[in-house]
């Protein structure tokens, strides 16, 4: 396991920064150093469609994998905790022959990094995702009373009712922590299965493991697919793209499961196409009491998103209608 300083590190690496605005140094650094940093970032930094740069670490800092899994040695050129940390969370996919190549981070958000990897030929998919859950995903606690009432679901659709648990859920000990961040694999994992299954629009889900797991890759290599709210579409797509959401609502409506953090960011676009994204909040109507109110605010977040293309839809209807044809209990 790696400690919360390295954890530090690679937060701070990742923070997204806008193309233009000046690049953090760390205190301390030597003119050389600097100036080897600006050309390191200058030569590395992939901007891609959203304009966001992540700039990667000095070349002081790459080392070679001498800590590799055998074999395993991705040609993502990372800082060396980063470094460490892919080869810790991906390497069980490698040996797995799951994947051969990791080729480029794709975003590092406030809850995952995502990483675009070479496929095993076996695959029949030329690239796949890997998402690697990142400490920040426990941020998501402090505004998550909505999601945690009635527990975290299981892949099966049990909640964790072990006491001890809990306790250790509700004072966010290491404990406590680490059962929440199973929980929330789990629960993202779980729900890609079921929806992919049922023909809902999400990434087709490979693998899971520790804190990561291997799903469908968007787009191309180098070339991720953009979300929602960075693409502008014809009036027309636009109205078929939102008319084939409500219907995937409605088949996770179906699978018992609100997405709750539904929005233009979590939708990806690749040539016409959509997939949902980024379920690990999802929630189940039958289980959280809250889950009519956040159908509610997916649907507004959609409507809202909608609405710039001229599409007229009321939220609070829709949850209703959408929610009575659930059968789901008033
Ligand atoms: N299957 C995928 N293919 C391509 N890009 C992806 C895929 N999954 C996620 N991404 C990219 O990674 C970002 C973060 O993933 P997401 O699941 O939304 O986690 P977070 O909780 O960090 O928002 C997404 O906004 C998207 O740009
Ligand atoms: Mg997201």
């Known amino acids: 396991m790696i400690d919360d300083d390295q954890i530090e590190q690679i937060e701070e690496q990742y923070a997204p920064r806008e193309r233009g605005k000046k690049i953090q140094f760390k205190r301390g650094r030597s003119h050389k150093q600097v100036i080897a940093q600006i050309a390191d ?141 199973a929980n929330w694999l789990e629960n993202e994992y779980g729900i890609l299965r079921a929806l992919h299954s049922a023909g809902a629009d999400v990434p087709q889900p490979f693998a899971s493991g520790e804190n990561a797991m291997l799903i469908e890759y968007i787009g191309e290599e180098g070339a991720p697919a953009p979300p929602l709210n960075r693409v502008r579409l014809e009036r027309a797509e636009a109205k078929n793209l939102f008319e ?48 009519f109110k956040l159908l509610t605010r997916d649907l507004e977040r959609l409507c809202d998103h909608f609405a710039r293309y001229g599409i007229r839809a009321e939220a609070r209807a829709l949850a209703r209608e959408l929610w009575k044809k659930s059968n789901l209990p008033e």
């Open 41 to 181: 970032v200058a030569k590395n930094t992939p901007t891609g469609w959203s304009g966001i740069a992540y700039p990667t670490p000095p070349l002081g800092m790459i080392e070679q994998a001498s800590d590799a899994r055998a074999g395993f040695n991705p040609s993502f050129h990372a800082s060396r905790h980063e470094r460490k940390w892919i080869i810790t969370y991906l390497g069980p996919f490698y040996e797995d022959s799951l994947i051969t190549d990791v080729l480029h981070p794709v975003k590092g958000g406030k809850e995952a990094n995502v990483y675009c990897c070479a496929a095993h030929p076996t695959i029949g998919a030329q690239w796949l995702a890997a998402k690697v859950y990142r400490p920040g995903i426990f941020r998501k606690l402090k505004n998550d009373a909505l999601y945690r009432e009635g527990g975290v679901l299981k892949e099966d659709g049990r909640v964790i009712r072990n006491r001890r648990a809990q306790v250790a859920m509700k004072k966010k000990t290491d404990f406590g922590k680490e059962i929440l961040h």
């Open 244 to 291: 084939r959401l409500m219907h995937n609502v409605q088949v996770m409506l179906a699978h018992d499961c609100v997405h709750g953090d539904l929005s233009g960011f979590n939708v990806l676009y690749w040539e016409g196409d959509i997939w949902i994204i980024d379920f690990p909040q999802a929630v189940n109507p039958f289980k959280n009491p809250h889950a």
